[in-house]
């Protein structure tokens, strides 16, 4: 029985049409990190002479090596430390349902509905006081309080889900809470884990307020305030900038490379749960 009706080529011309509409801006982006700057063309066009000229001046003039391993150092800490936080904490407020549980829980999704722009200053002076400005670790400490919130969020929606009944045996067994969390409850969170994971690295990562305000006139820099450096006021090469965009985008493209199968379990768990 032929199954191929058309439906199913209407479906295929949408995600044909959809894969197009995604990949024309990263074609643009490539097409132009590998332009030589004499080549005045159209975006569009392909370039008949690419070059990897850009990539080493981007490299060298921008400083992005020092940027990278910034923005690879305040990610990494920021995340594990966000994780590590929000799933002890999410742990009871999803399992104790007294008053003071609810409570805390709505004073914990509060840092949602903030703009964290309203404290600007005082956390400025606070990390004066602490001798933290020009640092990766004022923005380690930022991120850690900033995305707490909406992480805490994920995972009490995802243990309210979850059954109780595995809990209650580590328990009768003799287990602590808090062994019973880290042997039954914390393999059961991979899902909600790997997509919290996910949604802190592309907020930390591309975050370029923060970085701009609390590393201001250090020599520390992450990588979206390097790429904002090639922007000039009267000249500004782009095809250095397009070079430094696709610098930025391969360490997160790996990661997403040797997680994929994980990434993609955890986005379905965690939306399901």
């Known amino acids: 029985m032929n199954r191929y009706r058309p439906r199913t080529l209407a479906l295929e011309l949408a995600m044909i049409a959809a894969a197009l509409f995604v990949g024309f801006p990263v074609y643009v982006l490539v097409n132009l990190a590998v332009r030589p700057e004499s080549d005045t063309s159209s975006p569009i066009q392909p370039t008949t002479s690419p070059t990897l000229d850009n990539f080493t001046q981007a490299w060298q003039q921008g400083a992005l090596g020092g940027a990278l391993a910034n923005s690879v150092l305040v990610t990494v800490c920021s995340v594990a430390v966000v994780l590590a936080v929000s799933s002890l904490a999410a742990y009871p407020l999803a399992r104790v349902t007294t008053r003071w549980s609810r409570g805390t829980y709505l004073l914990v999704l509060l840092g949602l509905v903030l703009p964290f722009q309203l404290a600007a200053l005082p956390l400025y002076q606070t990390m004066r006081d602490l001798g933290l400005l020009g640092t990766p670790w004022a923005l380690v400490l930022f991120y850690s309080g900033l995305q707490v919130p909406f992480t805490v969020f994920l995972y009490v929606g995802f243990l309210r889900a979850l059954p109780r009944d595995f809990e209650d045996a580590a328990l009768i067994d003799g287990c602590t809470p808090l062994q019973g969390f880290r042997y039954v409850v914390l393999p059961m969170l991979k899902p909600i884990t790997v997509t919290a994971l996910v ?44 070079a430094a965009l696709v610098i930025s985008i391969l360490p997160v493209l790996l990661v997403y490379f040797l997680l994929q199968r994980s990434i993609i379990n955890g986005f379905a768990g965690g939306l399901k749960g």
């Open 199 to 242: 949604l802190n690295t592309v907020a930390v990562w591309n975050d370029f307020f923060t970085p701009l305000l609390y590393l201001s006139g250090s020599a520390q820099q992450t990588m979206p305030v390097a790429i904002a450096g090639f922007v000039g006021q009267y000249v500004t090469d782009w095809n250095l900038i397009f």
